[in-house]
């Protein structure tokens, strides 16, 4: 039953990968496509992150930082729980890039929605 799940939640990730990486056919190749796309994901965090930086006052600027230190431990655990239950499988190798690049996708969105509105206050 659980070869089933992990089988299952593999061709769902395959799917999701597809967005970004619907022409490759190897593990190997979607793993090194996602590390890829998630490269660019966390450029993308990290111009939103400066940039909200650069528009909040001293406090609110430093309450960020506390946000994205945590935020980061969090996605790392989060994935790296995600990869062990594929127990050192190779479907596991595109399983944590795909979640890192989920979250830090959603993130980059979160920190553009929530510090867009705000100019050097």
């Known amino acids: 039953m659980r070869t089933l799940l992990l089988l299952t939640t593999f061709f769902l990730l395959a799917g999701t990968a597809a967005a970004q ?6 593990t190997l190749d979607i793993s090194q496509c996602l590390i890829a796309e998630l490269k660019k994901a ?5 111009r939103n992150y400066q940039q909200a930086l650069k528009k909040l006052k001293t406090a609110d600027a430093e309450r960020l930082r506390k946000a994205q230190r945590a935020w980061i431990v969090y996605r790392d655990a989060h994935c790296d729980a995600e990869f062990e239950l594929w127990d050192g ?14 979250l830090t996708k959603a993130r980059a969105a979160e920190i ?3 510090y867009s509105r705000y100019e050097n206050q």
């Open 112 to 114: 553009e929605e929530t």
């Open 21 to 26: 990486c619907d022409d490759k056919k190897t």
């Open 42 to 46: 966390d450029t993308e965090l990290n």
């Open 89 to 102: 499988g190779t479907g596991g190798h595109v399983a944590l890039p795909q979640c890192k690049l989920t």
